[in-house]
């Protein structure tokens, strides 16, 4: 039968505010970790990246956390804009590439 | 300009016909991919090809089928055979057939009534 559609989970932030999103991944042999952001009707984008011997990596206005012992990774926005609004999805990488479900983030003006 | 191109960004079609949508990459990557992505959902891959003349069926595969005759270009065609084909379609390309950073185009809307 047909899956049925799941509810992305949402995250509602006022603008200038600091945003966490978070991304359980689910092979601990993965070594190789990216943040895409995809806005309504477009294709995903690079934002940030990060090897498994790094925790964290910092880029313009992001931070990338990750904790290999929990297997999670946090994308860290600073001072979020309504330009931020979009689905933010992970995607692990080891033998082959496995994307997250996305966290849908809506900036309030 | 180097980048993915998708076309046509919106596509409708009758059920019953076969459609194909085309991916064009002109960044010199070996590997192409096509995802399908519902709404609430994840990407969810349909086949890749990680060299010319080389194509392996991605975890729904059913009622899809492609081609990769050039190393630019991986068309994948909707056939009557799949049984819910309205949905967002993405190509990716990556520079190896090894699991790598995939570049994505910007989609292809399709709309089957």
């Known amino acids: 039968g047909e899956s049925v559609g799941l509810h992305l989970p949402t995250l509602s932030v006022q603008e200038g505010d600091n945003s966490i999103i978070n991304c359980a991944y689910s092979?601990?042999?993965?070594?190789?970790f990216i943040w895409y952001k995809q806005e309504s009707g477009k294709g995903p984008q690079f934002i940030i990246d990060?090897?498994?011997?790094?925790d964290k990596r910092q880029g313009q206005r992001v931070t990338v956390l990750l904790n290999k012992t929990v297997k999670h990774l946090s994308l860290q926005i600073a001072a979020t804009q309504p330009g931020d609004s979009a689905v933010y999805f992970c995607a692990e990488i080891y033998d082959k590439v496995i994307f997250g479900p996305g966290t849908s983030l809506s900036v309030i003006p | 300009d180097g980048g993915i191109t998708q076309s046509p960004k919106y596509l409708f079609r009758k059920e019953g016909q076969n459609v194909t949508l085309s991916c064009e990459q002109n960044?010199?990557?070996?590997?192409m991919y096509w995802y399908r992505q519902d709404p609430g959902q994840g990407l969810r891959l349909i086949y890749y090809?990680?060299?010319?003349?080389?194509?392996q069926k991605g975890d729904i595969a059913e009622g899809y089928s492609v081609s990769r005759e050039k190393k630019e270009s991986f068309p994948l065609t909707v056939t009557s055979a799949q049984k819910n084909p309205t949905a967002f379609y993405l190509c990716?390309?990556?520079?190896?057939?090894?699991?790598?950073?995939?570049?994505f185009g910007p989609g292809t809307r399709l709309t089957v009534t």
């Open positions: 960044l010199n990557h070996d590997a």
């Open positions: 990716a390309s990556s520079i190896t057939g090894a699991a790598s950073e995939q570049y």
């Open positions: 090809s990680q060299i010319v003349n080389d194509f």
């Open positions: 990060i090897r498994s011997n790094m």
């Open positions: 092979n601990s042999a993965s070594d190789y």
